[in-house]
């Protein structure tokens, strides 16, 4: 499937579909769960800092909210679409039900490109999409929180809007907050962390010593440098990471046979996972073309960083050397990719069980809020880890019962969750 028709929402339709079918779910339930429940369009008009003014397209999406608020994060994206937002609305649906936390499915997206813009028209960004939203959104309706491109500082900006608005403070509106203003210890590293959890307990029942094995990276933004630095700590050696070059307006992989430094190349990297190419070359890395950490000859592939990356056209590029992929971004991988996959025995673990370590944490930061009493850093990662764990545990466990693979497993306990949620309320 080439770039071009490349579509994130039949790409999540046709997963669900295919389990739905396997699991002979009820129509109507089908009907509901395979679209949003609601949608938001709405303009942003911002006065930029030249004095011109401009408008942006703005998106919130309630996929479902049968199992608690919708949650999921924002993204500002400028080549965001309204379709790739609706498909990550259901993602995040499944993936609250995969680690049982109480709360629904939502995504929203701005067309933007951040790189470009100052503080200033981020700021007005961030809360023009608030006061679009304000009545429809809120701690017990809808939780945004990070995501693509956008961070604590948004978050913030978001909040303070919708706490003017409303009149009140309403620290639970919305997560990835600052440290001390209502954020959660070890939010930030989350996500990254969370998907080398479920690495570890993939790669224990697979009897493969993590510390004898080799990894290549896809993205070296907030979630990719964390998993490494996790990866890396527990024994493991990274041997590649992509990025996206905003001067290049291209990908370049950085590669060093003898495993990265985590630290030393973060130190090298701007805020928007972009590394240095000049002094990355200085420091010894051989700089290779966009795609080639797909071909390297690792153990373990973590595509961290957007959609529609392992595709027909390349997944045969996979060296037969890998045996697990974790799906750190949302999408990753097309449908018929992952067939191939299938074939070949790859164990690959879902983007919506891999990446679930943010929203865990953002649902811990939630009930902090609600508490206004803010847990130390190793509570938060403890209470994570034994959350990814048994998430992983669960799906592991009904992949081999029942001989699905573990996208199909995740589904199966995602999809079953949300439909007895849909009919004990007497929606269907
Ligand atoms: N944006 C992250 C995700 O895709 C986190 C969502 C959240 O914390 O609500 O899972």
Redesign the pocket.
């Known amino acids: 499937m080439s770039k071009e028709n490349y579509n994130a929402y039949k790409n999540a339709q046709a997963q669900f579909d295919s389990v739905a079918k396997k699991i002979g779910l009820d129509e109507a339930i089908c009907d509901l769960l395979r679209q949003p429940l609601r949608e938001y369009h709405f303009s942003i008009p911002v006065k930029m800092d030249d004095g011109t003014s401009k408008v942006f397209r703005g998106y919130r999406i309630q996929h479902n909210d049968a199992r608690g608020p919708a949650?999921?994060?924002i993204r500002f994206h400028p080549d965001e679409t309204v379709d790739t937002i609706r498909a990550l609305s259901m993602w995040?649906t499944w993936?609250c039900a995969v680690v049982d936390i109480p709360l629904g499915g939502g995504k929203g997206g701005v067309v933007c490109d951040p790189r470009v813009l100052s503080e200033r028209e981020q700021e007005q960004i961030c809360r023009g999409y608030v006061r679009q939203l304000a009545r429809n959104v809120g701690p017990i309706q809808d939780v945004p929180?990070?995501?693509v491109m956008t961070n604590a500082k948004h978050m913030l900006w978001m909040l303070d809007e919708y706490e003017a608005i409303h009149g009140a403070k309403y620290p639970g509106f919305i997560?990835?907050k600052p440290v001390g203003m209502g954020g959660s210890l070890g939010r930030t590293e989350a996500?990254g962390y969370g998907v080398i959890f479920v690495l570890r307990e993939a790669l224990k029942e697979l009897a493969i010593d993590i510390t004898k094995t080799t990894a290549a990276i896809q993205g070296f933004g907030n979630v990719a440098q964390y998993a490494a630095e996790l990866y890396t700590k527990l024994g493991g050696k990274v041997i590649a990471v992509s990025c996206w070059d905003n001067n290049d307006k291209t990908a370049y992989t950085y590669k060093k046979l003898d495993g990265i430094d985590v630290d030393v190349l973060m130190s090298i990297t701007d805020r928007f996972g972009c590394i240095d190419k000049d002094k990355a070359r200085e420091l010894g890395y051989e700089i290779l073309p966009g795609d080639a950490w797909l071909e390297q000859d690792v153990d373990i592939l973590i595509p961290a960083a957007l959609e529609n990356q392992i595709t027909a056209e390349n997944v045969n590029k996979i060296s037969s050397q890998v045996k697990v992929i974790a799906e750190a971004a949302?999408g990753p991988t097309t449908p018929d990719a992952d067939k191939v996959l299938n074939e070949r025995k790859v164990f690959v673990i879902p983007d919506f069980l891999a990446?679930a370590g943010?929203?865990t944490c953002?649902y811990f930061e939630q009930v902090q809020c609600n508490m206004n009493y803010y847990w130390e850093k190793d509570e938060v990662m403890q209470k994570l880890d034994t959350k990814m764990t048994a998430a992983f545990k669960a799906v592991y466990d009904l992949a081999v019962n029942k001989e699905f693979n573990m996208r199909d497993a995740a589904y199966v306990i995602s999809i079953n969750r949300v439909a007895e949620a849909v009919k004990k309320r007497g929606w269907l």
Do not use: E, I, L, R
């Open positions: 949650k999921g994060g995040m993936k929180a990070p995501d997560t990835g996500t949302n990446n943010g929203v953002s």
